[in-house]
T-cell receptor, first 111, second 112 residues
Framework: GIQVEQSPPDLILQEGANSTLRCNFS?????LQWFHQNPWGQLINLFY???GTKQNGRLSATTVATERYSLLYISSSQTTDSGVYFC?????????????FGKGTHLIIQP | DTAVSQTPKYLVTQMGNDKSIKCEQN?????MYWYKQDSKKFLKIMFS???????INETVPNRFSPKSPDKAHLNLHINSLELGDSAVYFC???????????FGAGSRLTVL
């Protein structure tokens, strides 16, 4: 199956800092999503981004499908950004195939 | 209104018992999933149902059985619970073709 590697595994930053999280995957995909799991355990979809670039407020993501990686940028970090960020990929035919998750990047934003 | 709801949120039980976790989505999605998150936060897919048909069944023990009475519900039944079944179980749903996956809040199962 598809392998998904995320880096770094852990990241500790001060409030206001910027960060880049990386996701490498081993095979061609047509589905890539970024999720944030907050300290209360809830998984929130941040981006559906199989290719190209998207921005949502302080967050943006870029996927270069031909080179099999995706980047998540967080600017001007806030303490509420803390949590685990997951990249998940899949090869979706009719949309019923599940996503394979990376092990996540654990981000801690200190005040 | 909660888009994907799971019950119970917490479940503590003894080894050997049988338990169920329920999931309902009101998004009109036609595909639902169960994921297991272990103590190291690793998320792994267990099952998916598309229009009440099992599409994926990963290497999950047959003590676990998904049941879908209709496309808005996907319940997870677990027989003869073992210590290693302790985890957080997430239900998720998506619309075929749209591919954005929406998760429920999770059900934390603790087997003593």
């Amino acid at each position: 199956g598809i392998q998904v590697e995320q880096s770094p595994p852990d990241l500790i930053l001060q409030e206001g800092a910027n960060s880049t999280l990386r996701c490498n995957f081993s095979d061609s995909v047509n589905n890539l999503q970024w999720f944030h799991q907050n300290p209360w355990g809830q998984l929130i979809n941040l981006f559906y981004i199989p290719s190209g670039t998207k921005q949502n407020g302080r967050l943006s993501a870029t996927t270069v499908a031909t080179e099999r990686y995706s980047l998540l940028y967080i600017s001007s970090s806030q303490t509420t950004d803390s949590g685990v960020y997951f990249c998940a990929v899949g090869v979706s035919g009719g949309g019923a195939d599940g996503l394979t998750f990376g092990k996540g990047t654990h981000l801690i934003i200190q005040p | 209104d909660t888009a994907v709801s799971q019950t119970p949120k917490y479940l503590v039980t003894q080894m050997g018992n049988d338990k169920s976790i329920k999931c309902e989505q009101n998004l009109g999605h036609d595909t639902m999933y169960w994921y297991k998150q272990d103590s190291k936060k690793f998320l792994k897919i267990m099952f998916s149902y598309n229009n009440k048909e099992l599409i994926i069944n990963e290497t999950v023990p047959n003590r676990f059985s998904p049941k879908s009475p209709d496309k808005a519900h996907l319940n997870l039944h677990i027989n003869s619970l073992e210590l290693g079944d302790s985890a957080v179980y997430f239900c998720a749903s998506q619309r075929s073709g749209a591919n954005v996956l929406t998760f429920g809040a999770g059900s934390r199962l603790t087997v003593l």
